[in-house]
């Protein structure tokens, strides 16, 4: 995984080719790539931000910086927006919208169904060693009733 500086110059980087390949007249099925890395990177420093315990900056420091990238990477989203409706794809923009909220839900249901099922396989495998765990005492107490009682006959 890159780190949130280069993934934030990446974002800049693709924001500028996509900006002068339309400017050329360059066809916007094109700039697939472009567009991915723009996004790509994007969330790459909004996760970092939203990781910002882990930097060694100053809280202050480290609120700034994250608050100028987002706001850079939202105007630079929101120009690439303008670009593609007023360079008549609008609704290339809002097929984009609604497929990036699709895969976001069922992202975000696959982790829901994996969460449930990390703590079901926990909760089963705690159960496990409980059960052996009473087997083993079980075992243990008659063991030592068994010599108990030998000791008492003899």
């Not at 080719?17 to 420093?45: H, M, T």
């Not at 100053?58 to 409706?85: F, G, P, Y």
């Amino acid at each position: 995984m890159i780190d949130p500086i280069t993934a934030f110059a990446t974002a800049q980087a693709a924001v500028a080719g996509i900006q002068k390949a339309i400017k050329l007249g360059k066809d916007i099925n094109g700039l697939v790539g472009e567009f991915g890395r723009f996004f790509d990177a994007r969330d790459v420093v909004q996760k970092a931000a939203n990781d910002a315990g882990k930097s060694g900056k100053s809280d202050t420091a480290r609120a700034m910086e994250i608050v100028m990238q987002a706001n850079a990477l939202r105007e630079a989203e929101e120009a690439l927006k303008h670009q593609l409706v007023y360079g008549g794809y609008p609704e290339l923009w809002e097929m984009m919208l609604k497929e990036r909220m699709k895969i976001k839900q069922a992202r975000e249901k696959a982790e829901r169904i994996a969460a449930a099922e990390r703590k079901k396989v926990s909760a089963q495998r705690i159960l496990m060693a409980q059960i052996i765990g009473g087997a083993i005492c079980i075992v243990i107490i008659g063991v030592i009733i068994i010599f108990i009682v030998k000791q008492a006959v003899s």
